[in-house]
């Protein structure tokens, strides 16, 4: 496989539900990120890890937590959610340090319905 | 504070128009990127362009081309004799120096109908 996969595809969760998604990239890249996509808003950067460590957390509710094991692995832990957090959500890697273009690869996103 | 306005929510041509779509942007940084994003009904971003700060050389890729304009914050990106399968939601980034944050438009969703 090549670019960035995500997975699942959809996925429907109760309130009190916990699940997780998941991103994998397979370009080498050293950074990944997670976005999250409402209707009608700009897209909002969650998380962001650089080189495994997370660098960037912009005020993201307590019920979402990212993990990263390794530069290829990329999880958003959800539990506890609202419907407002109904959303698209989009992982994306790209290659940062010295020379690199900063341009993101970004995944096919998880379309996430909380009832 | 940065900021990237993409005014037109939602345009529709028919196929063959041309069509530009518009992108203002706001940034105090001298050193900055910009971006053109699609996003097709499957779900994923795909990359188009990106332009740093001080090179303003307009761009031209096949039925695509960009005008980037520094006196008017402008990043505009024109389809030439557009096709059913532009149809998408564009949007426009910008990100400054030495940050890895990107700012997004609120995107401009392009109907090409046939």
């Known amino acids: 496989e090549t670019g960035v996969t995500q997975t699942p595809r959809h996925l429907v969760m109760g309130m009190t539900n916990k699940k997780s998604l998941k991103c994998e990239q397979h370009l080498g890249h050293n950074a990944m990120y997670w976005y999250k996509q409402s209707a009608k808003k700009p897209l909002e950067l969650m998380f962001v890890?650089?080189?495994?460590?997370?660098?960037e957390n912009n005020s993201v509710p307590s019920r979402f937590s990212p993990e990263c094991p390794n530069s290829s692995h990329l999880f958003l832990h959800l539990h506890t959610l609202q419907p407002e957090d109904s959303a698209l959500y989009l992982c994306a890697s790209s290659q940062v340090g010295q020379g690199a273009g900063y341009g993101y690869t970004f995944g096919s996103g998880t379309r996430l319905t909380v009832v | 504070a940065q900021k990237v306005t993409q005014a037109q929510t939602e345009i529709s041509v028919v196929e063959k128009e041309d069509v530009t779509l518009d992108c203002v942007y706001e940034?105090?940084?001298?050193?900055?990127?910009l971006f053109w994003y699609k996003q097709p009904p499957s779900g994923e971003l795909v990359f188009l362009i990106r332009r740093n700060s001080f090179d303003e050389q307009n761009e031209i890729s096949g039925r695509y081309s960009w005008n980037f304009q520094k006196s008017t914050s402008s990043f505009n990106f024109t389809i030439t004799a557009s096709q059913v399968v532009d149809s998408a939601v564009y949007f426009c980034?910008?990100?400054?120096?030495?940050?890895?944050?990107?700012?997004f438009g609120t995107g401009t969703r392009l109907k090409v109908l046939a």
């Open positions: 980034a910008l990100r400054g120096s030495g940050t890895y944050k990107y700012i």
């Open positions: 890890y650089s080189l495994e460590e997370r660098v």
């Open positions: 940034t105090r940084d001298t050193t900055y990127y």
